[in-house]
């Protein structure tokens, strides 16, 4: 079965979160108490447990139906991304906010592993440690390119972007 055009839809979406992420990291930098980093902040957590949820059904989409297996740098982003779910449901549950600095430490930790493995397969291959195995494809493979520069970890990479950049406004708002 062709995937292409849930892809190119996976890819627009990607780039719609980054120009979120450029415009929301600015505000919450420059202008930390304008409305719509308050009304971000207020939100974010339910937010962000959408975008996690649906980074992770995005991703085993692109594993389980569209058939792109995971290497092991998609596995550790995912072991970044899945518990934050969790985190976000139980927090949303709850009624609290404990979670925010365990979805920086996770968020950061995923988009370094993104972005480390987004540079290895656009640019230097030799980086990637990982090779192919009977389990995994190597994690320099690159299953689709679309506008030019989206890749699964530069979808990762953006995810995890958005993520920090919720939190970033929901400790904003906390601040105030």
């Not at 120009?19 to 962000?48: D, E, T, Y």
């Not at 059904?57 to 998609?74: D, H, K, N, R």
């Not at 927090?91 to 925010?100: E, H, M, S, Y």
């Amino acid at each position: 079965m062709d995937f292409t055009a849930s892809i190119y839809w996976l890819s627009l979406g990607t780039i719609l979160a980054q120009i979120v992420v450029v415009i929301g990291a600015l505000l919450v930098v420059v202008k930390p108490a304008s409305w719509p980093v308050r009304v971000v902040g207020k939100n974010a957590l339910g937010l962000a447990f959408i975008l996690s949820l649906v980074g992770a059904v995005g991703s085993l989409f692109l594993s389980e139906i569209a058939q792109f297996p995971p290497c092991v740098f998609c596995w550790y982003q995912r072991i970044a991304l899945y518990p934050q779910v969790l985190l976000f449901g139980m927090a949303l549950a709850r009624g609290k906010d404990d979670v925010v600095d365990y979805s920086i430490g996770l968020s950061l930790a995923g988009a370094a592993i993104a972005g480390y493995q987004y540079y290895g397969q656009m640019f230097n291959a030799a980086l990637l440690p990982c090779s192919a195995s009977i389990f995994s494809p190597s994690c320099s493979d690159v299953p689709f390119v679309e506008f030019g520069y989206i890749t699964i970890p530069m979808m990762s990479l953006t995810a995890f972007a958005v993520l920090l950049v919720l939190m970033m406004a929901h400790k904003a708002v906390r601040r105030r």
